[in-house]
């Protein structure tokens, strides 16, 4: 690890109990270390694990009114600096200002990593917005993760979009071709009950043949983001823990560039963790509207895109961030919060939980030693 990598890693670990206390005792209240910006409700896919395409195809007017560029940059500045961002949608390349969004928000922010998921579905229009927020982006970090979720038509048929698999694979590959230091080419795979008895071929397939710089792996979720409530998304549990093992036998050996060990660390935990709570939830302390929290389309701040305590909207705010965030809103959805044990496994909230885990953190330090 580089000098400058310990540097901030000690000063972002030198924040960790100052978080203790103001989850535990409201005071201080500190700015969040890292933030998801659904930047839109927009999406061309019907996934069978996701509503949001559904939802859009039914009623396109439930896009009208998401924040604009000059909102997201006003924003941006009273958020103050973050570890680590990321924009989603619906698909957020859907949105033709998408790349001008990405660096306002990373000019406010100066964030470390940006994450952007994306279903793959305009080729054109990815490759030419990654370029484009590359261009100006500065040093951090970009990891565009293009999900796959079958191998050929089974992708297309998880995906409801013909041709998904094609325009998924050539993403990839023109994406590496911008051949950028600061790109991470990644591959997200959701598993569902519409996948786990396949999920060994989808790994051979990504991991052997389109060998992406990163490849994740995350159990379908129901999240009020999604609208999916009462769907029947969750594979068998047995079949999930058997396709996790899978994935860590290989991912071990198979990533191949831009992945930092650290993070390597945490993935690996995180995949412990979601076998834990498959074989018997024991729930965590969640630092969600703490150290974290989304930003929804139409301003609404919620806790995290799973839990969806709504802690007020930017736009009753004047697009002040710091007032809303030390607002009566995000006060009380704190205090549920901190009395509750959280079962939501949503990777970035799940980091950002382990960090603030004395237990988890002291693991992910003993992989990061040995290179676990
Ligand atoms: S998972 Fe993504 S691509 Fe699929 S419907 Fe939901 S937002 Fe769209």
Redesign the pocket.
């Known amino acids: 690890m580089k000098r400058r990598e310990l540097l901030r890693g000690a000063k972002l670990a030198s924040k960790i109990p100052m978080y203790w206390a103001f989850r535990r005792y409201g005071r201080p209240v500190l700015p969040p270390l890292a933030m998801s910006f659904v930047v839109t409700d927009k999406?061309?896919?019907?996934?069978k694990?996701?509503?949001?395409?559904?939802r859009?195809l039914d009623d396109p007017t439930v896009a009208d009114g998401e924040l604009s560029l000059d909102e997201y940059a006003t924003l941006a500045k009273s958020i103050g600096p973050l570890e680590w961002v990321t924009f989603?949608?619906?698909?957020p390349f859907m949105r033709k200002d998408f790349a001008d969004v990405v660096v306002a928000v990373a000019e406010g922010t100066r964030p470390r990593v940006i994450n952007v998921?994306?279903?793959a579905?305009l080729v054109r229009a990815t490759v030419a917005g990654v370029a484009a927020i590359l261009e100006r982006l500065g040093p951090t970090r970009l990891v565009v993760n293009v999900?796959l979720d079958g191998v050929g038509e089974d992708h297309d048929e998880v995906?409801?979009?013909r041709g998904n698999f094609a325009s998924a694979t050539k993403t990839v590959q023109e994406l590496r071709r911008l051949s950028d230091p600061r790109l991470v080419v990644g591959v997200n795979t959701?598993i569902s009950r519409f996948n786990a008895d396949r999920a060994g071929a989808i790994f051979d397939y990504v991991q052997g043949e389109l060998r992406p710089d990163s490849h994740v792996v995350e159990l379908a979720q129901i999240r009020p983001e999604?609208h999916n409530q009462g769907d029947r998304i969750a594979s068998d549990p047995a079949l999930a823990r058997a396709a996790i093992d899978a994935f860590s036998a290989r991912a071990r050996s198979a990533e191949r560039s831009g992945v930092p060990r650290w993070v390597k660390a945490f993935r690996a935990e995180y995949y412990q963790d979601v076998k834990q709570e498959l074989a018997q939830a024991r729930g965590h302390r969640c630092f969600s509207a703490f150290a974290t929290c989304s930003l929804m389309p139409h301003g609404e701040v919620w806790s995290n895109t799973q839990r969806a305590d709504v802690l007020g909207n930017v736009r009753d705010f004047s697009l002040d961030f710091r007032a809303l965030w030390q607002g009566e809103g995000a006060d009380a959805a704190r205090q549920r919060i901190r009395s509750e044990l959280c079962h939501c496994e949503t990777s970035n909230v799940a980091y950002s939980n382990a960090l603030m885990s004395p237990r988890v953190l002291s693991r992910v330090v003993g992989r990061w030693v040995l290179g676990a």
Do not use: A, D, H, K
Not at 43 to 47: A, F, G, I, K
Not at 49 to 54: A, F, Q, S, V
């Open positions: 999406c061309n896919s019907l996934c694990t996701c509503n949001i395409g559904r859009y989603s949608g619906g698909e998921p994306t279903n579905t999900s995906r409801g979009f959701v999604y």
